[in-house]
């Protein structure tokens, strides 16, 4: 079963097993806007918690999307070139942007849940 936990930034972290697929939240893709552009990483990049590692474009501003956790990138949401306002529409579904393995698992004990992150955007 897969646990979900989020970032005081805004992303979500989707966890099945050492693998975890990553995408911005529902709030924070209402915060920004209609998004028209995502900059994906490289498969293969290694990342370090908080690097930044896409970044997202809407009529509004340009923002980086951050790494919840250390990790290898396995994949990337490669719809989203054709159509970055899939994050728009499904931002915890379809418009993940990211899957990586996870280096270390224990960085999830940092992260929040649904109910703590809740009362992080109230």
């Given at each position: 079963?897969?646990?979900t936990?989020?970032?005081?930034?805004?992303?979500?972290?989707?966890?099945?097993?050492?693998?975890?697929?990553?995408?911005?939240?529902?709030?924070?893709?209402?915060?920004?806007?209609?998004?028209?552009?995502?900059?994906?990483?490289?498969?293969?990049?290694?990342?370090?918690?908080?690097?930044?590692?896409?970044?997202?474009?809407?009529?509004?501003?340009?923002?980086?999307?951050?790494?919840?956790?250390?990790?290898?990138?396995?994949?990337?949401?490669?719809?989203?070139?054709?159509?970055?306002?899939?994050?728009?529409?499904?931002?915890t579904?379809?418009?993940?942007?990211w899957?990586?393995?996870?280096?270390?698992?224990?960085?999830?004990?940092?992260?929040?849940?649904?109910?703590?992150?809740?009362?992080?955007?109230?």
């Amino acid at each position: 079963m897969a646990a979900t936990y989020f970032t005081e930034d805004h992303e979500w972290i989707r966890v099945e097993g050492d693998t975890a697929t990553v995408g911005i939240t529902d709030y924070a893709q209402e915060q920004l806007g209609d998004l028209v552009f995502v900059e994906l990483p490289d498969v293969g990049r290694t990342l370090a918690r908080g690097d930044a590692a896409v970044v997202v474009e809407s009529v509004k501003a340009a923002s980086d999307v951050y790494a919840p956790c250390d990790g290898d990138i396995v994949a990337v949401n490669e719809a989203l070139s054709g159509d970055p306002a899939l994050v728009n529409s499904a931002a915890t579904g379809d418009g993940w942007l990211w899957k990586m393995k996870l280096a270390d698992a224990s960085q999830l004990d940092g992260l929040m849940d649904a109910a703590a992150y809740d009362k992080h955007i109230a």
